[in-house]
């Protein structure tokens, strides 16, 4: 079966670019979506489609995708940016699959 | 802009059956552009996708879940809901709501209800 793979952890100084990473199989050939969860709420939808920003996200976050991994980066990381990330791809072969996800720690 | 409330118990006994409901606002469950779906997050632990249904009433059901999920909708209450049966404490996790983009991004969600499996 199809996994994703994220880091557990990933810690950046305010002010700094952090980069978290999604691993699979040829991922490139899948849309790759990722979230936000801040502790005691629900996630919130910050990529979608590799690459695209729904609208109210920052420019800050940008994602890409090619070959087996997806990245999702902050850039001119803040305080506020703190919070668990996950990736999540869905297709006819894998349905939904979300990776294990992130703790970004912004130091 | 969609809002989704989930509703239902927050406490549910071994081998029963847990019963949630999603109330959609703001929007139309039967439009084309959503599938309406459920995710779950056991306490501390990561995100995993119950099952989804397109306003046809086609289902998509993770597999693990399969034999004991059951999605359905009703578009004169503008409600979903998800059943799962014969419960254990493994499924005892904040359940939330969900509305998917036809592409597969999970574009909104519910706050999220927490049920506890115990007796």
């Known amino acids: 079966s199809y996994v994703l793979t994220q880091p557990p952890s990933v810690s950046v100084a305010p002010g700094q670019t952090a980069r978290i990473t999604c691993g699979g199989n040829?991922?490139?050939?899948?849309?790759v979506h990722w979230y936000q969860q801040k502790p005691g709420q629900a996630p919130v939808l910050v990529v979608y489609d590799d690459s695209d920003r729904p609208s109210g996200i920052p420019e800050r976050f940008s994602g890409s995708n090619s070959g087996n991994t997806a990245t999702l980066t902050i850039s001119r990381v803040e305080a506020g940016d703190e919070a668990d990330y996950y990736c999540q791809v869905w297709d006819s072969s894998s349905d939904h699959l979300f990776g294990g996800g992130t703790k970004l720690t912004v130091l | 802009q969609l809002q989704l409330q989930e509703s239902g118990p927050g406490l549910v006994k071994p081998s029963e059956t847990l019963s949630l409901t999603c109330t959609v606002s703001g929007g139309s469950i039967s439009s084309s552009s959503y599938y309406w779906g459920w995710i779950r997050q056991p306490p501390g632990k990561g995100l995993e996708w119950i099952g989804s249904?397109?306003?046809?009433?086609?289902?998509y059901y993770n597999p693990s879940l399969k034999s004991r999920v059951t999605i359905s909708v009703d578009t004169s209450k503008n409600q979903f809901s998800l059943k799962l049966s014969s419960v254990t404490a493994a499924d005892t996790a904040v359940y939330y709501c969900v509305a998917q983009a036809v592409a597969g991004s999970l574009d909104y969600w519910g706050q999220g209800t927490l049920v506890t499996v115990s007796s």
């Open positions: 040829n991922i490139g050939s899948k849309s």
């Open positions: 249904i397109y306003y046809s009433g086609s289902t």
